[in-house]
């Protein structure tokens, strides 16, 4: 009833890369209540974080004002966000910003040293380019990276080498024209919980849904058939099932002629991987990895969806190598209901590493090291060249820290100090730096660290584009101002940029989005104006009419021939071995209620209701093993540390398996993981590690 409300404005949820579209309701300057419109992903449904979970915008603990950390006081996890002034002491946006510009600069000109950055695929696609033009302008590098590193790189360098474009070939929606779907290594009903009411509609008019995952994912309910293979084993089960496809003829011969290359040394390599061979290594059966690669050759139209469980391992890049060549040898790419669908987790994962939030690229996957390219940019922003060596990863630029490389950093909207892989690691780089900006709504633990803190804006605070995993820019709008002081994101960077020397001048972020457009492709017929108008345009849109393609890659694709490649995918063992001391594989994932390192989600009434308590799942008869009942409390030790966490029974976990939820502070699932990374994605082994199970 419009009578509960002052005012409501059209966004997108801030969460999960699904992307759905909401309408805030406002209310005497709050949001009372959200609801689900009618945005392209999402057709109104929302789910409990989207319903829900907006209220962390009203936090008492929000910064509202600069802070500068006092002379002298310590670095570390020891502030309250309740009782900073200790270690902090409020100060002017004037006086912060030229802090922050000038630690920065000084470390730029005097010392010869390098200063890095971490952006934000929380931020918008504005926010996201200016803050690698900051870096690159700035700074004369390309230490600028993001959370993509930690997610789907992997996922994004196999497909660049093997397809030619890092984003999905077709909507996650286009399910709908499937007769054969395979989720592998991913938990929608969990981390996508709208795109999985699609996947179960999918099933109940007769879809044949193919769950693959160590864990037994909600999903499983659905599936014809669920795949409980070991950890780590991916490359071997989905060779085993390439195997059947060729030994038995099931290809798409007239498909991999006209549109790809490398099949004959896929055939040959893909002799040694028979499934009665296989089935030891991934612990399913011969007969179940036969009918599996029936079904899925045997489909009309096939999509193959994949998450973290994927992606983050040493062999990522080789796990979606299988993905793709599995696709391509069925000729399942580029049809209605056939494609290739990374699940994105962050709302603008997309849009920020489009934007160029990454040390390998400029804004749309421009190399780096390619003169032209270079060029190009350095005339839009009116400045001399930078760099055309690649620039440092996120873990490399935290190992830098600690060589004493990088001095000083600027870090928008990321956690580091939570969400690293050996997470005391990176909080010693954090401590080490002689100068670390941070720009966030809270603070957060990597706050704890900074010596200039900036108050920045939510999602419901500001204007601005972000890109879903369907490739579906949407149009971000503000319902509320920021508390207090705090600014929007964009504002602060220009401010810096600046005080940095650099001549900018942006009125607002359609200023931003039009330099933007005149160097991404990508970006053809959809502009700020439209965007105002439609609320979403997918990318690439033919015309300004059209309202974009859902499905990409049916007449070729964009590498240098037309074709896409096989690349063959050797298995490679896990980095971190069970062995006597460590007898067990712990994963970490996230859960329905709750959002990364928790700075949102714990801070949402109703969220943190649910899910109050840091927790693990262990199979029944482990618990029973340990002498620990449900709910009691089990410590978990890997060669990188420990923590203790009260442990739930769930027989979806295998009984040598620990899984581990990563949004709590208190029991810090990154003490544990493994940093070791995969060569290709520089992505690391988050997904396995060896560990001790005990009674706390
Ligand atoms: Fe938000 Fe994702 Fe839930 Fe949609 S599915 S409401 S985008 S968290």
Same mark, same amino acid.
């Given at each position: 009833?419009?009578?509960? *409300?002052? /005012? =409501? ?145 992997? /996922?994004?360098?196999?497909? &660049?080498?093997? +397809? ?20 592998? #290594? ?38 014809? @058939? ?10 071997? &089960?989905?060779?085993?099932? &390439?195997?059947?496809?060729? =030994? ?34 991934? #612990? ?74 990454? $040390? ?28 055309? =060596? ?14 004493? !490389? ?15 892989? !050996?997470?005391? @690691? ?18 957060? =633990? ?19 584009? +972000? ?21 929007? !994101?964009?504002?602060?960077?220009? !401010? ?12 607002? $972020? ?5 330099? &933007? ?30 309202? #974009? ?44 209620? @709750? ?84 060569? *290709? ?6 997904? *396995? /590690? ?7």
């Amino acid at each position: 009833d419009s009578a509960d *409300y002052d /005012s =409501e404005v059209e966004s997108v949820c801030p969460f999960c890369g699904v992307g759905c579209q909401v309408s805030l309701k406002v209310k005497n300057g709050k949001i009372k209540y959200v609801e689900g419109i009618n945005g392209p992903a999402n057709e109104g449904r929302l789910c409990v974080k989207g319903r829900f979970g907006f209220d962390y915008v009203h936090h008492e603990h929000r910064l509202t004002k600069p802070l500068v950390r006092r002379e002298g006081a310590p670095k570390g996890l020891n502030v309250d966000p309740g009782n900073w002034q200790e270690v902090f002491r409020e100060a002017t946006w004037d006086e912060a910003m030229d802090l922050a510009a000038g630690g920065l600069a000084r470390l730029r000109d005097d010392r010869g040293t390098t200063v890095a950055g971490f952006g934000s695929a929380k931020c918008t696609n504005e926010e996201a380019y200016l803050f690698q033009k900051l870096i690159r302008q700035g700074f004369g590098h390309n230490n600028v990276d993001h959370c993509t590193r930690l997610c789907h790189a992997s /996922s994004v360098a196999a497909l &660049m080498e093997n +397809v030619g474009s890092g984003a999905v070939t077709a909507t996650f929606n286009q399910i709908e024209h499937s007769d054969v779907a395979i989720v592998i #290594g991913c938990n929608p009903v969990e981390n996508h919980p709208v795109a999985a009411t699609y996947f179960k509609q999918f099933t109940k008019r007769g879809g044949k849904l193919i769950v693959m995952d160590p864990r037994g994912v909600g999903l499983r309910r659905f599936a014809t @058939h669920m795949l409980q293979f070991k950890p780590g084993a991916d490359v071997s &089960m989905l060779n085993a099932i &390439m195997h059947t496809i060729v =030994e038995e003829g099931l290809y798409d011969q007239q498909y991999i002629d006209a549109f790809t290359e490398n099949w004959e040394a896929e055939k040959e390599h893909l002799k040694q991987f028979p499934p009665e061979k296989m089935e030891a290594l991934c #612990g399913i059966p011969a007969e179940t990895l036969r009918q599996v690669a029936r079904d899925f050759a045997g489909a009309k139209a096939a999509m193959i969806f994949w998450g973290m469980g994927i992606s983050q391992h040493i062999h990522g890049t080789d796990n979606s190598r299988c993905l793709i060549s599995l696709a391509l040898m069925c000729g399942q790419v580029g049809r209605p209901g056939a494609g290739l669908h990374p699940l994105r987790g962050q709302n603008n994962v997309q849009g920020a590493s489009d934007a160029g939030l990454i $040390p390998m690229f400029l804004p749309d996957y421009q190399p780096v090291g390619d003169d032209g390219v270079r060029s190009a940019f350095t005339e839009v922003w009116k400045s001399g060249d930078f760099s055309a =060596e690649k620039g440092l990863t996120v873990t490399e630029i935290l190992d830098a820290v600690h060589a004493g !490389d990088i001095k000083g950093m600027y870090i928008l909207g990321e956690n580091p100090a939570m969400s690293d892989p !050996d997470v005391e @690691h990176a909080r010693d780089a954090l401590a080490k730096l002689e100068h670390l900006v941070v720009q966030d709504i809270f603070l957060t =633990e990597t706050a704890n660290y900074a010596d200039v803190i900036l108050p920045a804006s939510g999602f419901a605070e500001k204007s601005g584009t +972000v890109t879903n995993t369907n490739r579906q820019v949407q149009m971000g709008r503000p319902a509320l101002a920021p508390p207090g002081e705090a600014r929007e !994101d964009w504002a602060i960077t220009v !401010d810096l940029a600046q005080r940095l020397g650099l001549d900018w001048h942006y009125d607002s $972020p359609a200023d931003v989005f039009a330099e &933007m457009a005149l160097n991404m492709k990508s970006l053809s017929n959809i502009t700020w104006d439209r965007l105002e108008r439609e609320n979403a345009v997918t990318y690439p849109s033919l015309s300004p009419q059209d309202p #974009g393609q859902a499905i990409v890659f049916g007449d070729g694709f964009p590498r240098a021939d037309g074709r896409a490649r096989f690349t063959p995918a050797s298995v490679i063992p896990p980095d971190d071995l069970p062995d006597a001391d460590y007898p067990m594989v712990l994963t970490t994932g996230r859960q329905l209620e @709750h959002w990364h390192t928790g700075s949102m989600t714990r801070r949402s009434k109703v969220l943190d209701a649910v899910e109050p308590e840091a927790n693990c799942s262990l199979h029944p008869s482990t618990l029973r093993q340990l002498g620990v009942e449900p709910g009691g409390m089990v410590r978990l030790t890997t060669k990188r540390g420990s923590i203790d966490v009260m442990a739930r029974a769930d027989r979806a976990v295998a009984p040598d398996m620990v899984f581990l939820p990563f949004a709590y502070v208190e029991a810090a699932a990154n003490i544990l993981t493994n940093p070791a990374l995969d060569p *290709y994605g520089k992505i690391p082994e988050f997904k *396995y /590690s060896a560990v001790r199970v005990e009674k706390a």
